[in-house]
Every structure is written in C-alpha cells, then in structure tokens.
C-alpha cells in the first residue's frame, strides 16, 4: 500500500501535534505528493543505474537496458549480457559490477524482495550486502517500496536541510544529530522524510 496521500495527511496531522512549526509549514507549502515506487530488484537496479548521473542520463540507460533486455528482464537476463553488452547500454564497470551483485543474490535465493525481515534495521542489513547499496539506498527502498512507516533516511542531505529550518537550527546537523532529533517523530518518521524533501524543494520565505 506505502504512504499514500491520505497516510501522508494523517501522519503530518499527528505529528504537528507534537511539533506546532509543522501546522505553519503545512499551511504554507501544503502535504506533500506520496512517493510510491513498485518493489522488487528493479527499483533497486534503478537506484544503483541513477547513482552519480543526472535524471536525464539515467532514464536513458534504463531505456536502452529495458530494449536489450525486455520490458520483463529478469535478474538472469542480465547476468546472461556480457561487458560490452551491458557497456553498450551505458553501465560503467562500477555499475555493471553491482548491477551483478543484486542480480548473483536474487539468483541464488539469498535475497527476496518478497520476504524482507520486518524488522527495518535487519532489513538495512540485508540490503546493503548488494554492492552499491549503502545505508541510504536501503532506506529509500524500504520508504518508496514498501512504504515502511518510521524509515528515517538521516544522511540525506535534503532531509538535514528539512530538518534544519523545521527546527531553526543555525546550521545544517550532520547524520548522527538528525537520526536523533528525529527520535520524537517515531513512529511516523517516513512522511516526516517525504515532508522534509518537500520542504526543501519549497523556497524558504
């Protein structure tokens, strides 16, 4: 299901309850749009092709995998593509390399995007076993995906910015601060993060 708008709505209503900024930034800029992406390998193999590459490049790369591959492709289509074929497609060796991870691991059975431990943190950890897949690709996985309700993406930096003129800090907190400041906001930390990219896309007045 994720975090549709009317989920979105609800949590941001609770939680201004707790936060009265939040009744004013919501009055000004609005709830923001759900984040909605379809689970499985590909959402992530889109992840790992957007990495470092602007919008644009990274669409095109994924059309003209989807063309070598089919609209369909499974993790043994692509493993099935040598280099220069996946190269022709505009993957680096550095993608192609952890492109091969995710794919090696759903395989062999070791990685199932249908039974993910429901314990987030586990399921982190599960995640970034993937090359390329660090602590903040496994979360906005778990966010947009499976619309996990109290993930917290604290590295982000949109989402320290977000935090930052939320609570008119005087400067931008770092990982570890956000990730703490955040504690109050649990268990609805996930729109609290929707919100905050939000915000941030939202000039400040």
């Not at 309850?17 to 609005?30: D, F, Y």
């Not at 060796?93 to 062999?108: F, H, N, P």
């Not at 996930?190 to 919100?195: D, Q, V």
């Amino acid at each position: 299901m994720g975090l549709t708008a009317k989920k979105l709505r609800e949590d941001l209503d609770a939680l201004s309850r707790r936060e009265p900024r939040l009744v004013q930034e919501l009055a000004r800029i609005g709830y923001p749009e759900p984040r909605i992406r379809p689970p499985g390998f590909k959402t992530l193999l889109r992840t790992i092709i957007g990495q470092q590459v602007s919008v644009a490049a990274a669409s095109s790369m994924w059309a003209r995998l989807e063309a070598e591959l089919g609209a369909d492709f499974t993790p043994a289509c692509l493993l099935a593509r040598d280099f220069d074929t996946l190269r022709a497609c505009g993957l680096s060796r550095q993608k192609q390399g952890y492109a091969r991870s995710l794919c090696e691991l759903v395989e062999a059975e070791a990685l199932d995007f249908d039974t993910l431990p429901a314990d987030d943190e586990a399921a982190i950890a599960l995640l970034t076993r993937i090359k390329g897949i660090g602590r903040w690709s496994a979360e906005i996985y778990l966010l947009f995906a499976e619309g996990r309700p109290d993930i917290w993406p604290a590295g982000d930096l949109a989402v320290q910015e977000g935090v930052k003129r939320l609570l008119e800090l005087p400067e931008r907190p770092a990982e570890k601060a956000t990730r703490a400041l955040a504690e109050p906001w649990a268990p609805q930390r996930g729109s609290m993060a929707i919100f905050a990219w939000h915000y941030y896309a939202n000039p400040a007045l």
